[in-house]
């Protein structure tokens, strides 16, 4: 079992810069792949980005590609997700996952276990 608990979220400007942390805990976190997804109210939850366990691959969605970034620290058991220029668009609640498995998903049902969502608000 794996728990997780996202921090970071908030009101941020379009063209701002915010940073989302998950926190995990209960077993050996570089034993995981790590992804962030996200969604909004009436949509559904969508990929936005996915880091591999040792940090050397990283994937991200087209719509943020190149403005957000994610990044692990296995030492301190957390995975980030840098967000740079955020639109309106990117308003959601943001979920970091955990997958299990080998490898890396761009899908929510590639992982176990999930963290229960922060909000992030971008105004225009």
């Known amino acids: 079992q794996v728990q997780l608990v996202e921090s970071g979220g908030g009101l941020v400007q379009a063209g701002g810069s915010l940073r989302l942390s998950c926190a995990a805990s209960?077993?050996?976190?570089?034993?995981?792949?790590m992804g962030w997804f996200r969604q909004a109210p009436g949509k559904d939850r969508e990929f936005v980005a996915a880091?591999?366990?040792?940090?050397?691959?990283?994937y991200y969605s087209d719509s943020v590609k190149g403005r957000f970034t994610i990044s692990r620290d296995n030492a301190k058991n957390t995975v980030y997700l840098q967000m740079n220029s955020p639109k309106p668009e990117d308003t959601a609640v943001y979920y970091c996952a955990a997958r299990q498995l080998p490898g890396v998903s761009k899908v929510a049902a590639g992982y176990n276990y999930w963290g229960q969502g922060t909000q992030v608000t971008v105004s225009s």
């Open positions: 209960g077993r050996t976190f570089s034993n995981y792949a």
């Open positions: 880091i591999s366990r040792s940090a050397g691959s990283t």
